[in-house]
Protein backbone atom coordinates (compact mmCIF):
# COMPACT_ATOMS: atom_id res chain seq x y z
CA UNK A 1 0.00 0.00 0.00
CA UNK A 2 1.52 3.10 -0.85
CA UNK A 3 1.84 6.31 1.33
CA UNK A 4 1.84 9.95 0.45
CA UNK A 5 0.88 12.70 3.02
CA UNK A 6 -0.82 16.05 2.58
CA UNK A 7 0.65 19.46 4.16
CA UNK A 8 -1.40 22.06 4.39
CA UNK A 9 -0.45 25.42 4.94
CA UNK A 10 -1.60 29.45 4.61
CA UNK A 11 -0.26 31.79 2.13
CA UNK A 12 0.07 35.12 4.12
CA UNK A 13 -1.90 36.95 1.46
CA UNK A 14 -5.37 34.74 2.12
CA UNK A 15 -5.11 35.23 5.84
CA UNK A 16 -5.64 32.03 8.55
CA UNK A 17 -8.85 31.24 7.16
CA UNK A 18 -7.56 30.41 3.97
CA UNK A 19 -5.56 26.98 3.25
CA UNK A 20 -3.46 25.34 0.32
CA UNK A 21 -2.49 21.20 -0.92
CA UNK A 22 0.73 20.66 -1.68
CA UNK A 23 1.68 17.03 -2.27
CA UNK A 24 4.73 15.84 -0.90
CA UNK A 25 6.57 12.11 -1.09
CA UNK A 26 8.31 12.29 2.51
CA UNK A 27 7.57 13.77 6.20
CA UNK A 28 9.19 17.20 6.47
CA UNK A 29 11.47 17.86 9.35
CA UNK A 30 9.53 17.57 13.00
CA UNK A 31 10.94 21.46 13.30
CA UNK A 32 8.56 22.56 10.36
CA UNK A 33 5.39 23.92 10.91
CA UNK A 34 2.65 22.82 8.68
CA UNK A 35 0.71 19.70 9.34
CA UNK A 36 1.09 16.58 7.92
CA UNK A 37 -1.85 14.35 7.67
CA UNK A 38 -0.95 10.45 6.00
CA UNK A 39 -3.11 9.40 2.66
CA UNK A 40 -3.02 5.88 2.59
CA UNK A 41 -3.95 4.78 -1.19
CA UNK A 42 -4.47 1.22 -2.67
CA UNK A 43 -2.08 1.84 -5.18
CA UNK A 44 1.61 3.09 -5.54
CA UNK A 45 0.70 6.18 -7.80
CA UNK A 46 0.65 9.31 -6.59
CA UNK A 47 -2.61 11.15 -3.94
CA UNK A 48 -3.45 14.25 -5.18
CA UNK A 49 -5.97 15.79 -3.48
CA UNK A 50 -7.34 19.74 -4.68
CA UNK A 51 -8.50 22.71 -2.40
CA UNK A 52 -11.85 22.67 -5.08
CA UNK A 53 -12.16 19.12 -4.47
CA UNK A 54 -12.21 18.96 -0.69
CA UNK A 55 -14.64 22.40 -0.70
CA UNK A 56 -17.25 20.62 -3.16
CA UNK A 57 -19.69 20.25 -0.84
CA UNK A 58 -18.58 22.64 1.76
CA UNK A 59 -22.58 23.93 2.24
CA UNK A 60 -23.78 20.52 2.68
CA UNK A 61 -20.67 19.12 4.56
CA UNK A 62 -19.47 21.40 6.81
CA UNK A 63 -16.26 21.41 5.07
CA UNK A 64 -16.07 17.53 5.66
CA UNK A 65 -14.32 15.76 2.75
CA UNK A 66 -16.95 13.28 2.46
CA UNK A 67 -20.53 12.63 3.91
CA UNK A 68 -21.31 9.49 2.35
CA UNK A 69 -21.56 6.87 5.08
CA UNK A 70 -22.00 9.50 7.99
CA UNK A 71 -25.06 7.77 9.53
CA UNK A 72 -27.43 4.56 8.50
CA UNK A 73 -29.86 5.98 6.34
CA UNK A 74 -33.32 6.55 7.48
CA UNK A 75 -34.88 6.21 4.15
CA UNK A 76 -33.06 3.17 2.66
CA UNK A 77 -34.22 4.66 -0.32
CA UNK A 78 -32.42 7.75 -2.03
CA UNK A 79 -34.03 10.87 -2.31
CA UNK A 80 -35.49 13.27 -4.88
CA UNK A 81 -32.46 15.45 -3.11
CA UNK A 82 -30.74 16.97 -0.16
CA UNK A 83 -33.15 18.25 2.51
CA UNK A 84 -32.69 20.32 5.48
CA UNK A 85 -35.00 20.00 8.64
CA UNK A 86 -35.51 22.24 11.17
CA UNK A 87 -36.78 20.96 14.52
CA UNK A 88 -38.83 23.16 17.32
CA UNK A 89 -40.29 22.32 20.70
CA UNK A 90 -43.34 23.69 21.48
CA UNK A 91 -43.41 26.80 23.86
CA UNK A 92 -44.13 26.40 27.95
CA UNK A 93 -47.03 24.46 28.88
CA UNK A 94 -49.44 25.04 31.66
CA UNK A 95 -47.86 21.42 32.76
CA UNK A 96 -44.24 22.44 32.19
CA UNK A 97 -45.11 25.39 34.64
CA UNK A 98 -46.66 23.18 37.11
CA UNK A 99 -44.07 20.22 36.95
CA UNK A 100 -46.33 17.78 35.77
CA UNK A 101 -45.83 14.50 33.82
CA UNK A 102 -47.25 15.25 30.26
CA UNK A 103 -46.94 12.64 27.91
CA UNK A 104 -49.22 12.06 25.46
CA UNK A 105 -52.19 13.73 27.54
CA UNK A 106 -53.99 16.83 25.15
CA UNK A 107 -55.15 18.33 28.85
CA UNK A 108 -51.32 20.73 29.04
CA UNK A 109 -52.39 23.94 27.28
CA UNK A 110 -49.57 26.25 25.92
CA UNK A 111 -49.40 29.44 28.55
CA UNK A 112 -49.12 32.90 27.97
CA UNK A 113 -45.30 32.50 28.14
CA UNK A 114 -45.42 29.89 25.72
CA UNK A 115 -47.07 32.12 23.30
CA UNK A 116 -44.64 34.68 23.96
CA UNK A 117 -41.83 31.88 23.06
CA UNK A 118 -43.68 30.80 19.79
CA UNK A 119 -44.08 34.12 18.32
CA UNK A 120 -39.69 34.51 18.99
CA UNK A 121 -39.94 31.07 17.48
CA UNK A 122 -41.97 32.75 14.21
CA UNK A 123 -39.74 35.98 14.14
CA UNK A 124 -36.68 34.29 14.43
CA UNK A 125 -37.00 31.94 11.17
CA UNK A 126 -39.10 34.69 9.28
CA UNK A 127 -35.89 34.87 6.78
CA UNK A 128 -36.59 31.29 5.97
CA UNK A 129 -38.36 29.92 3.47
CA UNK A 130 -39.79 26.07 4.32
CA UNK A 131 -42.12 24.01 1.89
CA UNK A 132 -44.21 22.15 4.41
CA UNK A 133 -44.44 22.49 8.07
CA UNK A 134 -45.20 19.09 9.86
CA UNK A 135 -46.19 19.61 13.80
CA UNK A 136 -48.19 17.52 16.39
CA UNK A 137 -52.21 17.55 16.95
CA UNK A 138 -51.22 17.40 20.56
CA UNK A 139 -52.61 20.72 22.00
CA UNK A 140 -49.50 22.36 23.02
CA UNK A 141 -47.68 21.87 20.11
CA UNK A 142 -50.61 22.28 17.71
CA UNK A 143 -51.00 25.80 19.27
CA UNK A 144 -47.22 26.65 19.06
CA UNK A 145 -46.74 25.13 15.33
CA UNK A 146 -49.91 27.45 14.34
CA UNK A 147 -47.76 30.58 15.94
CA UNK A 148 -44.94 29.68 14.02
CA UNK A 149 -46.32 28.92 10.78
CA UNK A 150 -49.01 31.99 10.84
CA UNK A 151 -49.62 33.45 7.33
CA UNK A 152 -47.23 30.63 5.15
CA UNK A 153 -48.34 28.23 2.79
CA UNK A 154 -49.31 25.54 2.20
CA UNK A 155 -51.53 24.33 5.34
CA UNK A 156 -49.72 22.65 8.54
CA UNK A 157 -49.56 19.18 8.76
CA UNK A 158 -50.23 17.07 11.99
CA UNK A 159 -48.83 13.71 11.65
CA UNK A 160 -49.36 11.35 14.86
CA UNK A 161 -45.90 10.00 14.22
CA UNK A 162 -44.71 13.38 15.94
CA UNK A 163 -46.98 12.78 19.28
CA UNK A 164 -45.31 12.77 22.35
CA UNK A 165 -44.48 9.68 24.70
CA UNK A 166 -47.19 7.88 25.82
CA UNK A 167 -46.86 7.70 29.63
CA UNK A 168 -50.18 5.95 31.04
CA UNK A 169 -51.39 6.97 34.52
CA UNK A 170 -48.08 8.99 35.40
CA UNK A 171 -49.49 11.67 32.45
CA UNK A 172 -50.76 14.76 34.76
CA UNK A 173 -49.63 13.76 38.00
CA UNK A 174 -46.82 16.43 39.49
CA UNK A 175 -43.25 15.25 39.79
CA UNK A 176 -43.58 15.06 43.35
CA UNK A 177 -46.22 13.09 43.58
CA UNK A 178 -45.33 11.08 41.44
CA UNK A 179 -42.39 9.80 42.83
CA UNK A 180 -43.98 9.46 46.33
CA UNK A 181 -46.67 6.91 44.97
CA UNK A 182 -44.82 4.97 42.71
CA UNK A 183 -41.06 5.64 43.26
CA UNK A 184 -39.93 2.55 41.65
CA UNK A 185 -41.57 3.10 38.68
CA UNK A 186 -40.81 6.82 38.97
CA UNK A 187 -36.84 6.23 39.18
CA UNK A 188 -36.69 4.09 36.46
CA UNK A 189 -38.48 6.62 34.08
CA UNK A 190 -36.14 9.55 35.38
CA UNK A 191 -32.61 7.04 35.99
CA UNK A 192 -33.37 4.02 33.37
CA UNK A 193 -35.72 5.27 31.02
CA UNK A 194 -35.03 2.41 28.23
CA UNK A 195 -35.80 -0.23 30.74
CA UNK A 196 -39.27 1.86 32.07
CA UNK A 197 -42.22 -0.39 31.51
CA UNK A 198 -46.00 -0.75 32.26
CA UNK A 199 -47.63 -4.22 32.02
CA UNK A 200 -44.65 -5.18 29.41
CA UNK A 201 -45.12 -2.05 27.72
CA UNK A 202 -41.67 -0.18 26.73
CA UNK A 203 -42.54 3.75 26.20
CA UNK A 204 -39.06 4.80 25.02
CA UNK A 205 -38.11 1.66 22.79
CA UNK A 206 -41.65 2.16 21.14
CA UNK A 207 -40.79 5.85 20.38
CA UNK A 208 -37.85 5.17 18.62
CA UNK A 209 -39.71 3.21 15.83
CA UNK A 210 -42.06 6.50 16.39
CA UNK A 211 -39.85 8.51 15.21
CA UNK A 212 -38.11 6.20 12.19
CA UNK A 213 -41.32 6.46 11.10
CA UNK A 214 -41.97 9.96 11.61
CA UNK A 215 -38.45 10.76 9.22
CA UNK A 216 -39.82 8.56 6.62
CA UNK A 217 -42.97 10.77 6.45
CA UNK A 218 -41.19 14.24 6.39
CA UNK A 219 -38.26 12.65 3.82
CA UNK A 220 -40.45 11.42 1.24
CA UNK A 221 -42.38 14.72 1.31
CA UNK A 222 -41.34 17.07 -1.98
CA UNK A 223 -39.27 19.86 -1.46
CA UNK A 224 -36.22 20.30 0.53
CA UNK A 225 -36.68 22.70 3.73
CA UNK A 226 -38.94 21.57 6.33
CA UNK A 227 -40.11 22.54 9.57
CA UNK A 228 -41.05 20.73 12.60
CA UNK A 229 -42.90 21.70 15.30
CA UNK A 230 -43.09 18.89 18.68
CA UNK A 231 -42.55 17.87 22.01
CA UNK A 232 -39.48 17.14 24.06
CA UNK A 233 -39.25 13.58 24.20
CA UNK A 234 -40.15 12.61 20.38
CA UNK A 235 -37.71 15.10 19.65
CA UNK A 236 -34.93 13.50 21.75
CA UNK A 237 -35.96 10.40 19.60
CA UNK A 238 -35.82 12.13 16.79
CA UNK A 239 -32.31 13.30 17.19
CA UNK A 240 -31.13 10.72 18.66
CA UNK A 241 -32.43 8.33 15.36
CA UNK A 242 -30.80 10.79 13.29
CA UNK A 243 -27.50 10.62 14.17
CA UNK A 244 -27.71 6.20 14.74
CA UNK A 245 -28.00 6.21 18.62
CA UNK A 246 -30.26 3.50 20.50
CA UNK A 247 -32.84 4.55 23.09
CA UNK A 248 -30.31 4.31 25.63
CA UNK A 249 -29.03 8.05 24.85
CA UNK A 250 -32.45 8.84 25.13
CA UNK A 251 -31.49 11.52 28.26
CA UNK A 252 -28.51 11.98 26.13
CA UNK A 253 -30.14 15.32 24.70
CA UNK A 254 -32.07 17.99 26.06
CA UNK A 255 -33.65 20.43 23.65
CA UNK A 256 -35.63 23.48 25.83
CA UNK A 257 -39.24 24.61 25.46
CA UNK A 258 -38.61 27.07 22.27
CA UNK A 259 -35.54 25.73 21.15
CA UNK A 260 -34.44 25.01 17.65
CA UNK A 261 -32.16 22.02 16.10
CA UNK A 262 -31.06 21.68 12.46
CA UNK A 263 -30.49 18.39 10.29
CA UNK A 264 -28.88 18.28 6.74
CA UNK A 265 -29.67 15.15 4.90
CA UNK A 266 -27.85 13.98 2.13
CA UNK A 267 -29.93 12.42 -1.23
CA UNK A 268 -28.80 9.12 0.35
CA UNK A 269 -31.06 9.64 3.29
CA UNK A 270 -28.13 10.31 5.71
CA UNK A 271 -28.07 12.91 8.49
CA UNK A 272 -25.57 15.55 9.66
CA UNK A 273 -26.75 17.78 13.18
CA UNK A 274 -25.72 21.31 12.17
CA UNK A 275 -27.35 22.91 15.26
CA UNK A 276 -28.50 21.47 18.41
CA UNK A 277 -30.98 23.55 21.07
CA UNK A 278 -30.54 27.02 19.67
CA UNK A 279 -32.52 29.44 21.79
CA UNK A 280 -30.52 32.80 20.97
CA UNK A 281 -33.63 34.32 19.84
CA UNK A 282 -35.53 33.67 23.30
CA UNK A 283 -33.36 36.19 24.56
CA UNK A 284 -33.00 38.95 21.72
CA UNK A 285 -34.33 39.78 18.57
CA UNK A 286 -31.92 37.26 16.42
CA UNK A 287 -32.75 35.99 13.15
CA UNK A 288 -31.48 32.82 12.10
CA UNK A 289 -30.17 32.78 8.35
CA UNK A 290 -28.73 29.34 7.72
Known amino acids: MGCASLIVSTPPHLGPSASTVQRSHRFPPRNRSPSVLPIRSSSNSDVVLAADQLEKDASMTGGAYDFKG ?10 SSSKKVTLVRHGLSSWNQDSRIQGSSNLSLLTDTGVSQAEKCRKALSNLR ?17 LIWDGREPPLVFLDTLKEV ?9 NVDAKKKYPELYTTWR ?23 AWREILSTPGENFLVVTHKSILRALICTALGLGPERFRAVD ?3 GGICVFAFNSRGEAML ?10 SDHVYDY
Open 255 to 257: VNN
Open 70 to 79: ATTSLTYEPL
Open 130 to 146: FDQCFASPISRAKSSAE
Open 274 to 283: QSMNMTAHMY
Open 191 to 213: EDPVNFNVNGIYPVRKLWGTARE
Open 166 to 174: HLFFLEGMK
